[in-house]
DNA sequence: CGCGTCGATGTTTACGTAAACACGTGGTCC
DNA sequence: GGACCACGTGTTTACGTAAACATCGACGCG
């Protein structure tokens, strides 16, 4: 293999070999280079290899390069697992979430993964691609025998509250897409905030009422848009329409535009993604509703396709990376501090980006 | 903290108050319980704690009920440092990519990390932002450092291809996104063949010839799917129109449909991936095109959202799932046999996945 | 009835690292 | 000139686990 060194060392002793292949002959047993190795080759004692390791003073100069080089020689790397025994950290944080296929878990993440790099901590994943209560609860117990210093929950954390499910003490814990933020660190999009701005523009361009399909219910951000959609339209004494139950895809958006189509006064629709949106707007051109003149959508998420949907659609950016830097922030506090407790809501800001997918109402004077 | 157990154990001697925060009396220093306070407190020995919790044989029934009632009591945790220290393997297994944000690589790595689940292997994240050397070799260096058992790499190999980058021994390798079946254990969707069902349908279609949305030139992916399309107009001597390039971005698809929308004998493009289709589609809609009547749009990937587009996209779908599960099997191949230099490519079929977005070219008697 | 054997459990040791402490040498201060 | 200190380096130890080896008692067989 290219990316390996030539061949690892034998002590010179050939007699007293006490580093062979475990003694078996042919044993091809790539034994790893260990600090007393590159001690040994140094002619220093393993400790001195740790602190030039380490990068810690009271090293001479002299003594600093043999070391070195007999680490270059070697291709001396630290052992992580000795490393984390010693120090009782991992160094690793720990990411459990349902799924990455949905734009926002994965731009999380991304963001996630950004910036514990940069502050030297790995990130290992567990997904749950069935979300059952054991699926779940397996999950957690993975992650609690795992080399995890902390917990980034990207999920609705009710499906934890059942008393069962325990992390190792010490590993600290953050919650994105959740209102817990009573008992955990929560960080999160404001997606009331977001919903708000969503459900005003349309009303502000002078539709008389908004329809609205929702997320799954599940999810505890689909809820917050739904709740505000709501709010939002009794505030403004409008009536408000059933929702369309909808679960992220694109799919469901189609579905509930076949069936938006046939309500002749539904003028302007709020979907709680952008996907949905798609589907709508797809059903809206079957069905010969033109958007925007017939009819206004709004989505949510702002991904990267939406300027380049038919038409561009307005939606509701997320800063996605915005949410995982903060969840790495949070983390990373909790884990400097010892400070677990800490709970609160961490909001994220919105901003409705406007495009060519909403408009005044058809024999509407205009905004107003 | 809700989901730690309320407090943890301190071995008797003090006095006898074993179950005090800690010894410690202003330290809040969560004590980690180990299989020695287990031990002392089922009145075994640590070794017997030991089999007990790797499920060995030769525990009697009564000591082992002991024993776990201990395990319970305490909240204990075998502590997965030592564990490694101790076998010398880590069952973790790292993936290097360049960024989530595309679907496939989402996609691919959520397959990754359900399949490395399944066989007890957690996986460590390494994202590279942005793709210069220096990145991608801190990253390498990084997992060099980090505890993994083996590496799969998502993109163009080539950018390691410097001598410098290095590997400690015993990690093994497979690639994704790349040629180097030569050197490496290769994973990757049959590129070349789904671009050839892509443009051989356009042909057959009854189009003399197929434009063509390139990916960017660092994928590897992207130029076996352009070679391909490439291959097949040559092969069947029609004319080969000079590629457009774009970035996998709908911008840059936008961009070349703007451009191909004053090419007045383009009837087909073939984009090399789903979301440049999306750009094409609304470029041409803005132009007035209609697709597929007046021009044919074949994607490629099948995501999720394509069968939504207007019209739905005709695609060639790749089994992401599948490439994931066979980077997992390739890996733990490898660390089982203790082989890491089977060279070798594996491909993942395609299927084109034939929608809306393709007819034959106006004024054609049909296929034929 | 004594010896061999087997099964259950305890004891020792090693894994690789790094803190804490020990040691020795050279210089400084009074 | 002797006590002390600083600095560079070596030695000991602990981290938690589990393999390897040791021990001890019970049981069976000749």
Redesign the interface.
């Known amino acids: ?5 030539p061949e ?1 060392w034998v002590p010179p002793a050939a007699g007293s070999a006490r580093r062979s292949g475990s003694g078996v002959p042919g044993g ?1 047993r ?1 034994q ?1 280079v260990s600090m007393a190795d590159v001690a040994k080759l140094a002619g220093v004692s393993s400790q001195t290899v740790s602190r030039v390791s380490n990068g810690h003073p009271g090293v001479v100069g002299s003594t600093r390069e043999q070391v070195l080089a007999a680490m270059r020689e070697l ?1 001396y ?6 490393r ?2 010693r120090y ?1 950290r ?1 160094n ?1 944080i720990g990411v459990i979430l349902f ?3 949905s734009t926002g878990n ?2 999380t ?2 963001a996630i ?2 910036h514990a ?1 940069a502050e030297g901590y ?6 749950i ?1 069935v979300a059952t209560q054991d699926n779940v609860l397996g999950a ?1 117990t ?1 992650m ?4 995890v210093d902390a917990v980034i929950v990207i999920m609705e954390i009710h499906l ?2 059942t008393g069962t ?9 953050v919650v994105v897409d959740s209102d817990a933020g009573d ?2 660190s929560v960080v999160d999009t404001d997606q009331a905030d977001g919903a708000r701005k969503a459900v005003r523009h349309l009303l502000d361009l002078g539709h008389r009422t908004v329809w609205h399909v929702t997320g799954p219910e599940t999810s505890y951000a689909g809820q917050r848009r739904t709740q505000a959609w709501r709010a939002v339209l009794e505030e403004a004494g409008r009536p408000v329409p059933a929702p369309l139950r909808g679960d992220w ?3 469901s ?2 579905a509930a535009g076949l069936a938006l189509a046939e309500e002749p006064d539904c003028t302007a629709v709020f979907a709680a993604n952008d ?1 949905m949106a ?2 709508l ?2 059903a809206f ?1 079957e069905r010969g509703l033109a958007v925007p003149a017939d009819v206004s959508v709004v989505g949510f998420d702002d991904t ?2 939406a ?4 038409p ?1 659609l307005t939606t509701v950016h997320q800063d996605f990376a915005e949410v995982g830097r903060r969840c790495v922030q949070g983390v990373l506090r909790q884990i400097r501090t ?1 400070d ?2 800490r709970p609160g809501t961490d909001l994220v800001p919105t901003r409705l980006v406007i495009r060519d997918s909403t408009a005044p109402p058809l024999g509407s004077p205009g905004p107003g």
Chains 1, 2 share one sequence.
């Open positions: 293999m290219d990316l390996n060194e690892q091809r790539r790893r291709g790397r630290p052992n992580s697992a000795a984390a025994l009782g991992f690793t799924s990455l296929s994965s731009r993440v991304e993964a950004t790099a790995a990130i290992t994943l567990i997904p691609d957690f993975r609690g025998e795992l080399a934890l509250d499910v325990q992390l190792p003490p010490g590993v600290h814990v008992r955990y895809s694109a799919e958006g189609y996907q798609l589907g707007l797809r051109h990267p396709d300027a380049f949907f038919i561009p010892r677990d407790s």
